[in-house]
């Protein structure tokens, strides 16, 4: 994209939290704890996200990944993931689908303007460019990432290692 903007969001400057600073230190067993009032966990949050990332980009790359039938599919049924290496893992695939999503931002025009194939009638309704699925799923992720940050903090583990806005 011919702007910093998308590179820059993706990676927690500006407005945004450092997704991956969000998550890097935070061990298995705290992925897995709740707050009173809010229906997720962390390792909840971030399989949703790996979930709809992995989708939207084989769906950037002309797959045909089927549509769930129902948002409950992208989330997790646990609370907690099944073991350390599990979590690991899944934050992992997360640093590598956000490491995608920045090659793909790289790409020349004539392919940010292409159209993404729908695989869900809804496609049809909204922009459905490389780019537009781009930003649709960075926008998806920072809501998403907003939402660790809370939870974090409602157990008192804010600011990450990496870094995070305290004020």
Not at 42 to 53: A, E, R
Not at 73 to 84: G, I, K, L, N
Request: charged letters at 20%.
């Amino acid at each position: 994209m011919s702007d910093r903007v998308f590179e820059e969001l993706l990676h927690g400057k500006g407005a945004h939290a450092d997704p991956v600073a969000c998550i890097d230190d935070v061990a298995g067993e705290m992925a897995g704890r709740t707050i009173d009032g809010f229906p997720h966990s962390i390792w909840q949050l971030v399989s949703h996200m790996n979930y709809w990332t992995d989708y939207e980009i084989k769906r950037i790359a002309g797959d045909a990944p089927p549509y769930p039938d129902h948002a409950a599919v992208s989330w997790p049924v646990e609370a907690a993931p099944p073991s350390e290496k599990h979590w690991s893992d899944v934050k992992f695939a997360f640093s590598s689908l956000l490491q995608k999503l920045s090659t793909l931002a790289q790409s020349s025009p004539d392919v940010l303007t292409s159209e993404a194939k729908p695989t869900h009638p809804g496609h049809t309704k909204i922009a459905s460019s490389l780019q537009s699925v781009l930003w649709q799923t960075l926008v998806h992720n920072s809501y998403h990432v907003g939402q660790i940050a809370l939870i974090r903090r409602c157990l008192g583990a804010w600011p990450p290692r990496g870094g995070g806005d305290t004020w």
